[in-house]
């Protein structure tokens, strides 16, 4: 009889089956050595027992369902250009350059997110009728695509976070991306959505703009529009440098800079640097 750990255990490495593709690899790999050191040895028995076909084209349906669903989210407005280039970014999916990523694909993964977005960026670059932002404008879409991957807190046990002060000495998360644009982009997105049919693409302003693109540990992404001053602050956060020292040397009030930084904790971009990453 299995205990409710070992059941736990053995709907992880199913939905590992099919979420992982060289996990699968692996599993069905000549001999009995396990893919992973934490797969007991009688659900390995299990895993290898299922039809290995079947069950990659079970994967590689959800798969291409998984980033579907991505790719309709973030990438709206690319979609809302295919009026003017006959180019829907979903369509990517169908492509063989999509169909050659499949063996390596890990649901969720930044790498794998990596991966489509650098085929969105060559698919939807190729696109005739580009209006001159275009390029921009997928940049942006595939910031949020690759910073929404990787693990999340799912629940959680812990205490809230004590408050920053003055003297607290937070650190960016390696995941937060900065954006330096040429076009407001930003300004750009509700137009692309409600512009009427017409012979040409809405036009953009051109004006430097510098975003922050981030995600909570519940994988909520957030995107910040940032004044120089701003970027100045986040920059000298490294884990060593006070808020107060921080603030001090982008000339921003402490006061100001102590509510910033918990703006920036809650949105994902900093945390305490001695915080644990979020696991899956």
């Known amino acids: 009889m299995t205990t409710a750990h070992g059941d736990r255990a053995l709907h992880d490495a199913l939905i590992r089956l099919l979420a992982d593709a060289p996990f699968r690899d692996a599993l069905h790999g000549d001999g009995d050595r396990a893919p992973a050191s934490d797969l007991a040895p009688e659900h390995r028995a299990v895993l290898r027992s299922v039809d290995p076909e079947r069950v990659r084209r079970f994967a590689r349906f959800l798969a291409r369902q998984y980033y579907a669903e991505r790719i ?31 063996p390596s694909v890990v649901l969720g993964s930044r790498d794998t997110a990596e991966r489509v977005a ?23 879409q595939n910031a949020q695509l690759v910073v929404e991957a990787g ?107 102590v509510e910033i930084a918990h703006t920036l904790r809650e949105a994902g971009a900093l945390r305490a640097p001695h915080a644990s990453a979020p696991t899956t």
């Open 151 to 257: 693990p999340r807190v799912w629940r959680s046990d812990d205490e809230e976070p004590a408050p920053f002060t003055a003297e607290s000495a937070p650190v960016r998360e390696r995941g937060a991306l900065v954006l330096h644009l040429t076009w407001d982009i930003p300004a750009l997105l509700p137009t692309l959505l409600t512009a009427p049919a017409a012979e040409r693409p809405p036009d953009a302003r051109r004006a430097g703009v510098a975003l922050l693109v981030a995600r909570s540990p519940r994988a909520r992404v957030s995107v910040l529009r940032c004044s120089r001053a701003l970027l100045d602050f986040l920059e000298r956060l490294d884990g060593t440098a006070t808020i107060a020292a921080a603030a001090d040397a982008a000339r921003l009030p402490v006061s100001d800079a």
């Open 72 to 102: 309709v989210h973030f990438h709206r407005y690319s979609r809302a250009l295919t009026r003017w280039t006959g180019r829907a970014p979903e369509a990517v999916l169908r492509t063989p350059e999509f169909e050659a990523l499949l």
């Open 118 to 140: 650098a085929l969105l960026a060559d698919y939807l670059g190729a696109a005739p009728h580009l209006p001159p932002y275009a390029e921009e404008l997928v940049r942006y």
